[in-house]
């Protein structure tokens, strides 16, 4: 029997047989499952990227008014250095010439993506999680960090100190992955969407900028330099910017974490990624009402208020928990997860402040803190059975009755925590030491967006001459 083609490969009108018309429905097959895997790597990379006009709203509603401009420039910079630094070295370093039957401690091929690769989806995709690890650290240093550091700071990171990190957990080559043919304690590390890779990796790079960058003028030391007893609180300017840059940041982990299925047609994947949406959403109410909780009833009674700004990062620091696990925890261990979350950014957040740390946004306690506990909650609740789906393994957490994947998931954060202090250690030192560090004493006091951008980033024209005072000095509108 014949028939009149419709397949491109035999010529549009043909007669074809029975089998050229069966390899070409194959073709076509083929054909359609890459292209819905390609939208779905392209739209979960887009949702990816639009949690940086989440970070640059949740930044700029945490900074004072006199500095709004110019935190969410560097928010702007920050995702166009990323995209030049990972397109020119990062990719390469993070996935070149990968291979599960050799172990390597970096990528060497397809920098600039010199090789032609067919794969654009995949570096797409990465290119997202490499610009959110790099922005975490805008947050931390707002409000007396140089323009000139920022930049210096996130090309480094997306170029060399990520992909590195993504190589060794990420590639098939990787000392720590899942996916070599030798894995470490025979499990590897199950780190699906990146509490480690990315928001470990951003917040220890936060941290270490932060030490070395020092708090703002009058956060911790008065004009005679003596300690306060209390630090001065600095809020920030605007709670509807944090709240909508909160919800933003919510909303794009639906790609963050579903999406890390890296494809939605292969067997398993829907279920995976329906998951992984379902504990994202658990983790993130748990770790909002925990650390609204935990504030509300740890202040003295008669001084109790609903802490909005705890309940934003209890969210936040929820999300940051479930992102290493979410594709192999059962849904009721999301709840967990997430409420000791809110507890963990809580208390890393009091640490800092009796340490006289300066994170401005609070991103060390919610992306490096909760990027630990992710793992290690990981290492704990690890379900076998959704291994096997997520993974093909059905390796077991601690509480499953095995404690080879938690040695595995604190081996990772020993290594990030270790190569991203040593390198990015340095590096701040350097940037410190050629003063491009850190703004002057002056820059900072009238704010950076009048030193630095030719004027506020509000209009002021019905305000007095003292609102306009009050408010370009660090003021609320």
């Known amino acids: 029997m014949s028939y009149t083609s419709s397949c491109p490969a035999a010529g549009y009108g043909a007669a074809i047989t029975d089998t050229q018309r069966s390899d070409c429905l194959f073709d076509v ?3 359609t499952t890459n292209s819905v895997d390609t939208f779905y790597f392209i739209f979960c990379a887009a949702m990816v990227f639009f949690m940086q006009a989440g970070f640059a709203m949740l930044c700029a509603g945490s900074v004072r008014a006199k500095n709004a401009k110019n935190i969410m420039l560097k928010n702007l910079l920050d995702a166009c250095g ?7 070295l990062g990719w390469g370093f993070a996935y070149g010439g990968q291979d599960s039957s050799k172990v390597t401690f970096i990528g060497d ?91 470990l990796t951003g917040g220890c790079s936060a941290l270490v900028a932060a030490i070395v960058l020092g708090p703002r003028i009058g956060r911790f030391y008065d004009d005679k330099g003596d300690k306060l007893l209390v630090p001065k609180d600095m809020p920030g300017h605007s709670a509807s910017l944090q709240m909508l840059g909160t919800f933003i940041l919510w909303v794009g982990w639906y790609g963050f974490n579903p999406g890390s299925t890296l494809g939605i047609t292969y067997a398993g994947a829907a279920e995976v990624a ?17 650390a609204l909780a935990i504030r509300y009833f740890a202040a003295p009674v008669g001084e109790r208020t609903y802490d909005l700004t705890a309940a934003q990062n209890g969210a936040l620091a929820g999300l940051v928990a479930i992102t290493a696990g979410c594709s192999v925890v059962q849904p009721w261990a999301a709840v967990p997860i997430g409420a000791v979350g809110g507890a963990v950014y809580l208390a890393a957040s009091n640490l800092l402040l009796s340490l006289c740390i300066d994170d401005t946004v609070d991103a060390v306690p919610v992306h490096m803190a909760n990027g630990i506990w992710g793992c290690i909650a990981t290492g704990l609740f690890c379900d076998p059975t959704l291994h096997a789906v997520a993974y093909g393994g059905g390796v077991s ?22 190569w991203v202090t040593c390198l990015m250690g340095p590096f701040f030192m350097l940037l410190n030491k050629v003063g491009w560090f850190r703004v002057t004493s002056d820059e900072e006091e009238v704010g950076l967006d009048i030193s630095k951008h030719g004027g506020s980033a509000y209009v002021l024209t019905d305000a007095s001459p003292a609102e306009k005072l009050e408010i370009v000095s660090g003021g609320s509108i």
């Not at 240093?141 to 480094?156: D, G, K, P």
């Open 274 to 290: 329906a998951l992984a949406a379902v504990t994202t959403t658990i983790a993130a109410a748990s770790g909002c009402i925990s």
């Open 397 to 418: 957490g601690l509480f499953y009755g095995d404690g080879k994947l938690l040695g595995a998931e604190c081996c990772m954060i020993l290594f990030v925590v270790g």
């Open 82 to 88: 990323a995209a030049l630094g990972f397109w020119a």
């Open 109 to 199: 091929q397809d920098f600039f993506l010199s090789s032609g690769i067919n794969d654009h989806k995949s570096w797409f995709f990465q290119f997202a999680f490499a610009a959110t690890a790099a922005t975490i650290v805008a947050g931390t240093v707002a409000e007396r960090c140089t323009m000139i550091a920022y930049l210096c700071y996130s090309s480094f990171l997306t170029a060399f100190i990520y992909p590195v990190v993504a190589h060794a957990v990420w590639s098939s080559s990787g000392f720590l992955s899942s996916f070599a043919d030798d894995k470490i304690f025979d499990v590897g590390v199950v780190d699906f969407a990146g509490s480690g890779v990315v928001h």
């Open 29 to 31: 097959q083929v054909l």
